[in-house]
């Protein structure tokens, strides 16, 4: 079993920037890709950005420009910068690892924008 954990939300101004993290932990894994997926309330989860064990990196055009996704391999542990925040990134924010065969997900953290 893979356990990841999540921290680095909040509340920050329009313009702002957040920092989150994302470790995973658990049984042996390899790693295809870790990503992040946002989910505003009345809306779908929607992939925000990703990375793959070659770091090859995917953004949605919502945030191309601002986000800037990393990873520490050594830490199976994946960053994600969130610059020129706006009101409308407000969101829970989760952590997805993907191997193989399975996806995992994290608990989420809150990322509030406010205007």
């Known amino acids: 079993q893979v356990q990841l954990v999540e921290s680095g939300g909040g509340l920050v101004q329009a313009g702002g920037s957040l920092r989150l993290s994302c470790a995973a932990s658990?049984?042996?894994?390899?790693?295809?890709?870790m990503g992040w997926y946002r989910q505003a309330p009345g809306k779908e989860r929607e992939l925000v950005a990703s990375?793959?064990?070659?770091?090859?990196?995917v953004y949605a055009d919502s945030t191309k420009g601002r986000f800037t996704i990393s990873r520490d391999s050594a830490k199976n542990t994946v960053f994600l910068q969130m610059n020129s925040l706006k009101p409308e990134d407000t969101a829970v924010y989760y952590c997805?690892?993907?191997?193989?065969?399975?996806?995992?997900w994290g608990q989420g953290t809150q990322v509030t924008v406010s205007s």
């Open positions: 658990g049984s042996r894994f390899s790693i295809n890709a």
């Open positions: 997805r690892l993907t191997t193989s065969f399975v996806n995992y």
């Open positions: 990375i793959t064990s070659s770091g090859i990196r």
